[in-house]
T-cell receptor, first 113, second 112 residues
């Protein structure tokens, strides 16, 4: 079945550091890929998405590129801020799966001033 | 994008009782889902809420425990029945289309 694997957390960085959160997936066909962010005490917000190979999703300084050859969708940001502290979830959906999202385990990011 | 609200935002309940959670979307959406998120964990899909018909449940979840309604394209309810402390969790609904789903803020449930 479908699965998503994220790098183990938690991740602690200093403000303005470079961020990478690794995400790899296993799925048949051509899934769409997503990053969601969950701030403390809140629900999930869609951060960015990519729907086909080599697409780059970007939002709020974050970006991720859909790499089919390595089945990866790593999240990056060049300079993190304290306000980026949150849990980040990688997810996929296959059109043939009835739009059901498959989530990774989540990665807790803490950014210190 | 769609904005999703949930009520209640949190509740503390006694074991053996039931709680109904409401999910309202500000626009019509094709798909609606219910998830459970236990503390520090990822999301587990409970069921797909089907408009005008019975929900489709994932393995490990049954209708008697988690009855779901979806009377139209903007509203759904999840009931957590005969609660036990193991049901303490965050319950989230989502709604959207095939390639984009939006999530509600969640309902934080504590069962004593």
């Amino acid at each position: 079945g479908d699965s998503v694997t994220q790098m183990e957390g938690p991740v602690t960085l200093s403000e303005e550091a470079f961020l990478t959160i690794n995400c790899t997936y296993t799925a048949t066909g051509y899934p769409s890929l997503f990053w969601y962010v969950q701030y403390p005490g809140e629900g999930l917000q869609l951060l960015l998405k990519a729907t086909k190979a080599d697409d780059k999703g970007s939002n709020k300084g974050f970006e991720a590129t859909y790499r089919k050859e390595t089945t990866s969708f790593h999240l990056e940001k060049g300079s993190v801020q304290v306000s980026d502290s949150a849990v980040y979830f990688c997810a996929l959906v296959r059109e043939t799966s009835g739009s059901r999202l498959t989530f990774g385990e989540g990665t807790q990011l803490t950014v210190n001033p | 994008s769609a904005v999703i609200s949930q009520k209640p935002s949190r509740d503390i309940c006694q074991r053996g009782t039931s709680l109904t959670i409401q999910c309202q979307v500000d626009s019509q959406v094709t798909m609606m889902f219910w998830y459970r998120q236990q503390p520090g964990q990822s999301l587990t899909l409970i069921a797909t809420a089907n408009q005008g018909s019975e929900a489709t449940y994932e393995s490990g979840f049954v209708i008697d425990k988690f009855p779901i309604s979806r009377p139209n394209l903007t509203f759904s309810t999840l009931t957590v029945s005969n609660m036990s402390p193991e049901d303490s969790s965050i319950y989230l609904c989502s709604g959207g289309e095939v390639e984009t789903q939006y999530f509600g803020p969640g309902t934080r449930l504590l069962v004593l």
